[in-house]
């Protein structure tokens, strides 16, 4: 499976933090889980905490559906 790529964050006033996935809005962060996400991404792999934390990771079945006879047009 490929490692995640791609993700930023930006932490703003008042506690904040907004997630991006190549560019495009992912989800906003406020209050305990702002804290809780910035601990937890400096402590282990940033991309791997983000993409975990947004729901937007590969689970590795994305290529086999894509090339399902199903799903060809």
Known sequence: MPRPH???YEQHTGGTI???H???PATTLNGP???QFLAE???SDPQLVIA???GNYKRG???TARNHPRNRR
């Open 6 to 8: 791609g993700f930023t």
């Open 18 to 20: 907004r997630i991006s």
């Open 22 to 24: 190549h560019g495009r």
């Open 33 to 35: 889980r702002a804290a």
């Open 41 to 43: 991404v400096e402590t």
């Open 52 to 54: 975990r934390w947004t």
């Open 61 to 63: 079945n994305e290529r």
